[in-house]
């Protein structure tokens, strides 16, 4: 009986093989579909790196050299910057810097921009990207000798902490991101701050307290779907509500705040933060009720039964316990909030903006609203300008979400302290 095959067995061990060849050609498909999305996104952030830094050929409207015999500017003391500055410069323009700031009392290096920008007048003639600055320097330097003869070829690094730290103006040499930067945050700290307690509070009443009846599934159905709804959508009902209906109050006319010299028209940084609000409410409703659906329900039970009742059960054992889910689910919408730009054209983000916004009643712009700004300009200096601004976006979207991790891990740690 022994040495007799089991044919039940032997079916077993077909099945298996079967499963197992299977289970291998779906993992081949799983690394396969993962490698290829490290590549593209490795493709796409190269080809942003490409763009970032690179040779540009720069054409003066009158040569530095002549102004300082052969020296060069730099090597100039700031008491000879200032003399050539008063010398050469317009004296109409003389006069608005003057009453900006005293010329004798500005630094080496603010002299030297304020000489470019009134003197030197530089502009970009030809730029190329940093893969062609790399493996093609020789074609580089000869077209640009036969072409530009009188330009100036530098290795130029788009990505930079003037470029960071300056403000938007239509130069593309001297132009940075700072309003945007700042337009960012306060866009996304008024988006958060009212979306996620909102958020939080709406899921623990529907998950807490709410009872399965018609109208709670109702709800709990238009929620889910709003999650899917296009941005747009949300941008124009920003437009319709907190743009113009609620107008003196975005604007912040009804409060005497309204930025100076500018109409109260409600396209403000509070009316976007409010319709991003609105765009990631949903996101963090759902994903605050999945968190408080993983808490186990003896949890609350034990904490009913010596007598505390709904709301200190949820305030003090519930919420902190998920407090780790909860802050995912903020990451995720910040992220996707940052990001946005379709609802701030139409709520009225300026493309061009030469004021940084200084409180949420001001006009802003943000990072997305400048990169499409940039994209969309023949020149190709402002693709190399985009590209420094897409790194910047992303660099910025990794410190907030840094931000949101620690907190995320720190309000684990409490809910947890075991």
Do not use: C
Request: proline share 5%.
């Amino acid at each position: 009986m022994s040495g007799r095959p089991d044919p039940s067995r032997a079916g077993f061990d077909d099945r298996l093989d079967e499963r197992k060849a299977k289970a291998g050609r779906w993992k081949a498909a799983f690394l396969a579909a993962a490698s290829l999305a490290v590549v593209s996104l490795a493709v796409l952030v190269l080809s942003i790196v490409d763009d970032a830094f690179g040779y540009v050929v720069i054409r003066y409207a009158v040569n530095p050299a002549e102004l300082t015999d052969g020296r060069e500017l730099a090597e100039l003391t700031d008491g000879e910057l200032l003399e050539l500055l008063q010398a050469q410069a317009p004296a109409r323009r003389l006069r608005a810097l003057e009453r900006e700031a005293p010329l004798a009392g500005r630094g080496h290096d603010e002299l030297l921009s304020l000489i470019e920008a009134e003197i030197l007048k530089p502009e970009i003639a030809a730029a190329y990207s940093l893969a062609e600055s790399l493996f093609d320097k020789r074609r580089i330097v000869e077209e640009s000798k036969a072409e530009f003869p009188d330009g100036y070829l530098s290795f130029r690094s788009w990505l930079s902490p003037s470029f960071l730290g300056s403000s938007l103006n239509a130069k593309p040499l001297s132009t940075g991101v700072l309003t945007a930067i700042k337009g960012t945050f306060l866009t996304i700290l008024v988006a958060m701050a009212t979306a996620l307690p909102l958020g939080v509070a709406a899921a623990v009443w529907l998950e807490e307290y709410a009872r399965d009846n018609w109208l709670n599934r109702l709800i709990q159905a238009s929620i889910y779907n709003l999650a899917g709804v296009p941005s747009i959508v949300y941008g124009m009902l920003g437009l319709a509500v907190f743009v113009r209906l609620l107008a003196p109050l975005s604007s912040g006319a009804v409060f005497g705040l309204a930025a100076e010299g500018m109409e109260a028209n409600g396209r403000t940084v509070l009316a976007a933060g409010l319709t991003l609000a609105l765009l990631v409410l949903p996101v963090i409703v759902i994903s605050t009720q999945e968190a408080l659906k993983a808490i186990p329900s003896t949890l609350r039970a034990s904490s009913l039964a010596l007598g505390a009742t709904r709301w200190q059960t949820v305030w003090h054992h519930v919420l902190p316990a998920s407090a780790g889910r909860v802050m995912t689910g903020a990451v995720l919408a910040l992220s996707r909030a940052i990001g946005e730009t379709a609802p701030l054209v139409v709520v009225g983000a300026s493309t061009f903006l030469t004021q940084d916004p200084t409180g949420i009643f001001s006009p802003f712009t943000t990072l997305p609203i400048q990169i499409y700004q940039w994209t969309s300009r023949p020149q190709p200096e402002f693709r190399h300008l985009a590209a420094a601004a897409i790194i910047t976006l992303l660099g910025l979207m990794l410190i907030l979400n840094a931000f949101a991790i620690v907190a995320r891990q720190k309000a684990r740690a409490k809910g947890n302290p075991s």
